[in-house]
């Protein structure tokens, strides 16, 4: 079954830092692009970062450009997400995604992210 | 950034009848690949969300018929032609064309 299954989200107070982890099984890892995308609570989704399959192409969303950083370790089929410098703002549900073709087409549970002092 | 404009935002439904989402961009979605990135999204209640179509009209594996998706350049819809209950959710378009992708506002399907 494929499959992804994110990990990390706790409680932390604003300017803190937190790592999200996602693991994934039942396919190659390594042959996809991956990405982060976050939803706050009761709101809509928001891109967050990609990277490709061997980290040489790496995105991120405007809104976290320099506090947060994406990066995967593909021999432990393991993707994450470095927070830094958290803002309340950033308070929200992370979800892990497979990119097939431009297209989402594998989502993990997602693990709630939360900015609050 | 390209925006993307779902409407309506809210569609109260009748069961076994049809619904209908539009999608509109702020900017043309045709990759310089001549591909066109926009996906439609189902996210029920408290679930992740699951792709639905891809590329304008392609319907993701274990995706029902009833669903269709159509459109080109900046104008897309989400067709379902005879609405159950379990389609009860969430509905939203992404584009992956442009970086950032972005996603639309959300649809919400009310029966």
């Known amino acids: 079954e494929v499959q992804l299954v994110e990990s990390g989200g706790v409680v932390v107070q604003p300017g803190g830092s937190l790592r999200l982890s996602c693991v994934a099984s039942?396919?190659?890892?390594?042959?996809?692009?991956m990405h982060w995308v976050r939803q706050a609570p009761g709101k809509g989704l928001q891109w967050v970062s990609l990277?490709?399959?061997?980290?040489?192409?790496?995105k991120y969303a405007d809104s976290v450009k320099g506090r947060f950083t994406i990066s995967r370790d593909n021999g432990k089929n393991s993707l994450y997400l470095q927070m830094n410098s958290l803002r309340t703002e950033d308070t929200a549900f992370y979800y892990c995604?497979?990119?097939?073709?431009?297209?989402?087409?594998?989502w993990g549970q997602g693990t709630l992210a939360t900015v609050s002092s | 950034d390209i925006v993307l404009t779902q409407t309506p935002l809210s569609s109260p439904v009748t069961l076994g009848q049809p619904a209908s989402i539009s999608c509109r961009s702020s900017q043309s979605l045709v990759h310089s690949d001549g591909n066109t990135y926009l996906s439609w999204l189902q996210q029920r209640p408290g679930q992740p969300p699951r792709l639905l179509i891809y590329q304008i009209s392609n319907r993701f594996s274990g995706v029902p018929d009833r669903f269709s998706g159509s459109g080109a350049g900046t104008d897309f819809t989400l067709k379902i032609s005879r609405v159950e209950v379990e389609d009860v959710g969430v509905y939203y378009c992404?584009?992956?064309?442009?970086?950032?992708?972005?996603f639309g506002q959300g649809t919400r399907l009310e029966i």
């Open positions: 039942g396919f190659t890892f390594s042959d996809y692009t």
């Open positions: 992404m584009q992956a064309t442009h970086f950032p992708h972005s």
């Open positions: 990277i490709t399959w061997n980290g040489g192409v790496i």
């Open positions: 995604t497979k990119d097939t073709s431009n297209a989402f087409d594998v």
